[in-house]
């Protein structure tokens, strides 16, 4: 019998990633030139390279509950210095998604609840408004004397519009949002 894949991708994690993904996973080399270039790697609890290792080996809960795929900024540095040209960012995007919905997100980031926040306020407003947005964050996460020092600073700079400005097209933004997620379900 003839297998056309390495046995460590015969577990149905990697290439149900794949699928969502379209990251090859099966042509990563571990040459570790991601992780070389990585801006968060060194903070990080898992190395992008050793991202793709866990997905190839089946490590589902592991690298789903990771804080590194909520914590890469998909600056692409990564798929720009990768020899094999790996799509990371993408499968960083599809983990987000399968962290969410199998409820495995660390308990170390916030930033789910930061893009949901974001997210919900562009939906609904066209744009953020950074005073509304920190304020619908404190108080989803209950971290409210964080940061509590830079406001001043941010105030007397005028980082925060007091009145939020609405932008034209709620409509088309909901619309776009919704096909969005449609088009996300599908994947």
Known sequence: MAIDRPVYLLNCFAP???????AR?????????CTSGCPVAAGSDVKPHE??????LGARDEVLSSRFIWECTSCETCLTRCPQAIDLPALVDALRRLSLDNRKVSAETVAPVFNSVFLTMVREMGRANELALMAAFKMRTRR???????????????KFALLPAFVKGRKERKRAFRRSRELGSKK
């Open 144 to 158: 409210f004397s964080e940061d509590v020092r830079k406001f001043p600073t941010m105030l007397r700079k005028g």
């Open 51 to 56: 991202v793709i290792r866990l997905v190839q």
């Open 25 to 33: 996973l099966t042509a990563c080399l571990q040459c570790q030139k």
């Open 16 to 22: 149900e990633l794949e699928k969502a993904s379209g």
